[in-house]
């Protein structure tokens, strides 16, 4: 079992920045895949982010604005977002799996709670 917390969501003006961290805990050796989503108001879940065979890949609503890192060590991963807008206000949720479509949230088997980032006009 993999267990995956968030951490360091809230409200933001617009052109403000935040970062999110998950930490991962359990059985995560075997974890190939990585990555962020979210979850707008009223939509489905999308892709932000994710790490998977040793690349990083970005939606392309957030390229140039969000960068997602992760430090095996410490079994952390993170999105730093900056110029933040009101469409980026999501429950943001990061997971898991140990093989997945990077882009396809169905495909991972391991979710944190999810954190909630607010951006105000």
């Known amino acids: 079992q993999v267990q995956l917390v968030e951490s360091g969501g809230g409200l933001v003006q617009a052109g403000g920045s935040l970062s999110l961290s998950c930490t991962l805990s359990g059985h995560t050796s075997d974890l190939r895949f990585t990555g962020w989503f979210r979850q707008p108001p009223g939509k489905e879940r999308e892709f932000v982010a994710a790490?998977?065979?040793?690349?990083?890949y970005y939606a392309d609503s957030v390229k140039g604005r969000f960068t997602i890192s992760k430090d095996d060590a410490k079994n952390t991963m993170s999105l730093q977002m900056d110029s933040l807008s009101p469409e980026d206000t999501a429950v943001y949720y990061c997971?898991?799996?140990?093989?997945?479509?990077?882009?396809?949230?169905?495909?991972?088997?391991?979710w944190g709670q999810g954190t909630q980032v607010t951006v105000f006009s």
């Open positions: 997971a898991a799996d140990t093989v997945a479509v990077f882009y396809n949230p169905s495909t991972y088997k391991y």
């Open positions: 790490f998977g065979w040793g690349a990083a």
